[in-house]
């Protein structure tokens, strides 16, 4: 499942996402950075704050999954990738923003157990990506 966030400009349509199931994206035709001979290449930092990797949690139970991006340049899009979770919402980033802490809910199938690998990535606006991935376990 994978989910983009970001504010589309009027008009734009929005990109499917697995599943169906879409936030927002970022309109590639947005204005960039304003000083446009700027060379950023470095891609925007992720931190998974919380829970920690490896962390059990009953089965049924809503693990919250709080992640800080940061760029120089504004982040363009933030995504979630999660194997074994059921539906749950991601919060988007203002556009423009060089930095957000979000936290999103990952609901657990009651009566499942295993290992769930959430990745999480980001791109700027200068097409910089980066991601980091963790997993929980379900018991």
Same mark, same amino acid.
């Given at each position: 499942?994978?989910?983009?966030? +970001? +504010? ?9 996402a ?7 994206c970022?309109?590639p035709?947005? =204005?960039?950075?304003p000083?446009?001979?700027? =060379? ?5 930092? *992720? ?6 990797s ?16 940061a ?12 194997? +074994? ?8 980033i ?11 809910? *990952?609901?657990t199938?009651? +009566? ?28």
């Open positions: 499942m994978a989910f983009f966030v +970001g +504010g589309p400009a009027a008009g734009a349509s929005l990109l499917g697995a599943l169906g199931v879409v936030a927002a970022a309109d035709a947005r =204005p960039t950075f000083d446009s001979d700027d =060379p950023d290449t470095t891609p925007p930092s *992720i931190s998974i704050t919380s829970p920690p490896d962390t059990m949690v009953a089965a049924g139970s809503v693990v919250t999954v709080t992640v800080h991006v760029d120089r340049s504004p982040i363009a899009s933030l995504t979630c990738a999660v194997s +074994g979770a059921v539906n749950f919402g991601f919060p988007a203002a556009p423009g923003d060089t930095a957000a802490t979000v936290a999103f809910p *990952i609901p199938a009651g +009566g499942a157990s295993g290992i769930v690998t959430v990745t999480v990535g980001a791109t700027d606006i200068r097409h910089n990506g980066a991601s980091a991935p963790f997993a929980f376990i379900v018991r």
